[in-house]
Every structure is written in C-alpha cells, then in structure tokens.
C-alpha cells in the first residue's frame, strides 16, 4: 500500500520529488489559466502543452514571460478534441480544463477516453475542523444519480482514496435524515449502498447510511442521535445525493468554512483536472498536483 496522504501539501511536495509530466491545457487562452498553468510548471510539476487560439495564448505568454509549446485550435470543439487527441498520440500525460464549459471539455473524454463505467468527480477537503482529508463525490459532473449510478461514483472515489494510502476508507451516504424515508429516495439508496458495500457490490471500504451531514461527520451528534456506526464521526469520503446538494456543500466549505482543496475527474484513462473558471491558482495547483500523484502511483502498479 503506497504512503498516505495526510495533506494537501503533501500532494504538493511528492508531485514535486516526480519528473514533470506533459499536461495539455484546453482552451488555455485566459490569463488566469496561463498562469495556473505556468506556476504548476514554475514548481516542476508539468510541462504545459497549451491548446486554443495561437495568437491569444502567444500574446498572453509574452506578457507572462514565458514560452511553452502552443497548438493552434480555432474553436473551443477543436481544443477538446486536440486535447484528448495529444493523450491517445502519448503527447501528453494529463488533461486540464481551461477556459471552456465543462460538458464541451469533457464530451471527447466520455467518447474516447472513459476507462470505467462512469466517470465522475471528487473534491478533497482540508479543513482546519476536521482531522483529515475529506472526499467529496460528485458536486461537478452527475447531476441526478440513480443508485447504480452512485455505486460506480462511491467505488471511484474509494479507490482514488485507497490509491492515495487509505488502507480502508469509510464512506457516508448522505441525505437530510439519518433513517430510511421511502419518500425521501436518497435514503433508501444510502440503505442500499450500504448493503452493497456488506455483499462486496462496493468493495475495500465502510460504508454507511444514510447519514445526516452532522452525525457523519462528528461523532457526538451521532452519539445523541443513538446511531451506532463504524463510519459516523470518522467519516472520510462524502456521497452527496446530487450535484446540486455537493456543489453547495463544496461551495459553503471553501467560502465559509476556509477549505482547502483539490479536485480532479476519475474513470477516464488519465486524471483530468476541472477546475472551474473562478477557483483561485492555490485550487488549480493542488488540483495538478493530486493528478500528477494520482497518475505516477497507477502507473506504478503496472
């Protein structure tokens, strides 16, 4: 079992003891993105391969200082399809998201790249009140899963946690209410998923629920809830019932609650990096950084 992350920085540091790998940046003619782009090469961990409009990105690089190779794609639908181009050509070893929407970034991906049965998100989490890292699955990509659909972003996210040290991560299937609701459907598949989990449908992690977000993640209100659970309290990956349920959470943690985070998209046949437009560079940069982690230890056990 690799060493476990036990911080963001430690992402940061182990990308940064790694060679640098090829990284093609879509649709990368924003400033913000050329300089996410180019203080993830400044500390060494990738060599940007920037696709979109020459003149933009070139005019930008001057202002920057700085000079990375530049593949001229005219439309936002050319740079996708470059970019996923550039990986099965072996040109580049990660993708990341620039300037464009997320679905036209990833409709190649699904059409070419998809590696498992679905490809979905995770957010991880540093907070200064928790006492470590925290999974969030999917608050990006699936907007309304169906239990079948939850298993597969629940085993995703399990096996990058796994991948990133964790022996046997525990796992909440969240919804308002800690008790099964046949008119609340996220708690009836929280139920379900957790079963899954007990007849090896889910495998290599605890799982639970469904669980209210407070007795997931503190153990006293689980404690005054009467809930005896193995993952109450000591939770580390969070399934969220939707996209629009995470997005909030993910959106409140960070702009309330000072989180810390990484994010990339996992079930393609490399990482890929969806930042979104607005996220601050210390976002992008972890997020590469986790990607480039995540690359180096998959290809290790082969």
């Given at each position: 079992?690799?060493n476990?992350?036990e911080?963001l920085d430690d992402l940061i540091t182990?990308?940064?003891s790694l060679?640098?790998a090829?990284?093609?940046?879509v649709?990368?003619g924003?400033r913000?993105?050329l300089?996410?782009?180019h ?5 060494g961990l ?6 979109g ?5 070139a005019?930008?690089?001057?202002e920057?200082?700085?000079?990375y190779?530049?593949?001229?794609a005219?439309?936002q639908?050319a740079?996708?399809d ?9 040109r ?14 990833l ?7 998809r590696?498992?049965?679905?490809l979905s ?5 540093e907070l ?5 890292l ?11 899963p169906?239990?079948?659909a939850?298993a ?7 096996d ?6 964790n022996?046997?991560?525990k796992?909440a299937?969240?919804s308002a ?5 046949p008119?609340?459907v996220s708690t009836v598949d929280?139920?379900c998923?957790?079963k899954?989990a ?8 605890l799982?639970?629920?469904p669980?209210a977000?407070?007795?997931?993640i ?5 404690r005054?809830?009467?809930i005896?659970s193995a ?6 990956i969070?399934l969220?019932p939707d996209?629009v349920?995470?997005?909030i959470?993910?959106?409140?943690l960070e702009?309330?609650?000072g989180?810390?985070?990484a994010?990339?998209?996992?079930g393609a046949s490399v990482?890929?990096?969806?930042t979104?437009?607005s996220d ?9 950084a986790?990607?480039r982690?995540?690359h180096?230890r998959?290809?290790?056990r082969?």
């Amino acid at each position: 079992m690799p060493n476990r992350i036990e911080h963001l920085d430690d992402l940061i540091t182990e990308a940064k003891s790694l060679p640098p790998a090829v990284t093609a940046v879509v649709d990368a003619g924003e400033r913000h993105v050329l300089e996410a782009a180019h203080q993830a090469a400044s500390e060494g961990l990738i060599v940007p391969l920037l696709i979109g409009q020459r003149e933009i990105i070139a005019s930008l690089l001057s202002e920057l200082g700085a000079d990375y190779p530049i593949i001229d794609a005219v439309t936002q639908e050319a740079a996708a399809d470059m970019g996923v181009q550039v990986i099965k050509d072996g040109r580049a070893k990660l993708l990341m998201k620039g300037y464009l929407h997320t679905a036209e970034f990833l409709h190649p991906i699904l059409k070419e790249l998809r590696r498992g049965p679905r490809l979905s998100h995770v957010f991880i989490a540093e907070l200064d009140r928790y006492p470590k890292l925290l999974f969030i699955t999917d608050a990006a990509i699936n907007i309304a899963p169906d239990l079948e659909a939850k298993a597969q972003i629940l085993q995703n996210a399990i096996d990058l946690a796994r991948l990133l040290g964790n022996t046997l991560p525990k796992a909440a299937a969240l919804s308002a209410i800690e008790v099964v609701n046949p008119a609340l459907v996220s708690t009836v598949d929280a139920a379900c998923l957790a079963k899954m989990a007990d007849r090896g449908q889910i495998k290599n992690a605890l799982v639970d629920g469904p669980l209210a977000f407070d007795n997931a993640i503190s153990a006293e209100s689980a404690r005054i809830k009467g809930i005896h659970s193995a993952v109450a309290g000591d939770v580390d990956i969070l399934l969220v019932p939707d996209l629009v349920s995470g997005n909030i959470l993910y959106k409140d943690l960070e702009y309330l609650a000072g989180a810390r985070f990484a994010g990339i998209v996992l079930g393609a046949s490399v990482p890929v990096v969806l930042t979104s437009r607005s996220d601050p560079e210390p976002v992008r940069l972890a997020s590469l950084a986790l990607a480039r982690v995540a690359h180096h230890r998959e290809e290790s056990r082969k």
